[in-house]
């Protein structure tokens, strides 16, 4: 069974009652219904918990951490950004959502600014899937369509993905790379576009299923243990 830590920051959903309506229990709450349908040990975790709900014992027994945040990027400790890459280095496997491509640990992993243009009033968004060979697009079609969305268009400072797998289009007429995957250490990372907080993105059952593909895509592949230092020649 794949263990999954999800990570919200939950800062909206106390703020905002339009954000509360659409997520009484956290945005983080269907996504950890979802997954706990399909055989996953699902536990959640918090900004405003002791050590972020992160603390060395969680990320241990995590297989792949899943993360969002927003308005409170900077209330993240460097210590607890730091313990959350080690673990992705070892192989933890980390899924990063929407606005979370700004937050301390997507960005300390890419080396970049991870920077966007965007434009919060809601767009039709069509996500179209251009890796359909790809085990994080199984079962969905040529595209998902979201009614309403907030917009992200390119330029994305990021590095060249190691693949991409879903392109969007919105009707303000731009694209955005939405779905794309990198590896750093042993650790595989995907990162997913949609889930602007007053939409009500993840509730939509082709975007849980891409998560829930992603996770699966991004458990740990237990290998020999990595060596470094001074290597003896072999014998002959």
Not at 86 to 113: A, D, N, P
Not at 153 to 173: A, K, Q, R
Not at 188 to 216: C, D, M, S, W
């Amino acid at each position: 069974m794949i263990r999954v830590t999800i990570w919200n920051e939950f800062r909206h959903e106390k703020q905002h009652q339009k954000v509360r309506e659409i997520y009484p229990e956290g945005l983080h709450a269907p996504i950890a219904d979802y997954l706990a349908k399909r055989e996953m040990e699902v536990t959640t975790a918090t900004l405003d918990e002791p050590e972020h709900g992160l603390t060395e014992e969680v990320l241990a027994r995590t297989d792949v951490l899943i993360w969002w945040g927003h308005i409170a990027h900077h209330e993240v400790e460097d210590a607890i950004v730091e313990r959350v890459k080690q673990r992705v280095l070892e192989g933890m496997g980390l899924i990063v959502l929407h606005s979370g491509h700004f937050s301390k640990i997507f960005k300390s992993l890419m080396g970049t600014s991870c920077d966007l243009k965007w434009r919060e009033a809601g767009d039709k968004e069509r996500l179209w899937v251009v890796n359909p060979g790809h085990p994080i697009v199984e079962g969905i079609g040529e595209y998902i369509e979201l009614e309403r969305e907030e917009m992200y268009g390119e330029y994305f400072d990021i590095p060249e993905p190691d693949e991409l797998i879903m392109v969007s289009w919105f009707t303000g007429g731009e694209v955005f790379r939405s779905a794309c995957t990198f590896t750093r250490g042993a650790g595989k990372i995907f990162y997913f576009r949609p889930g602007h907080e007053t939409h009500p993105t993840y509730y939509n059952e082709q975007v849980l299923r891409i998560i829930a593909n992603g996770v699966r895509w991004a458990k740990p592949t237990h290998v020999a243990k990595r060596n470094f230092g001074n290597a003896q020649p072999l014998e002959k």
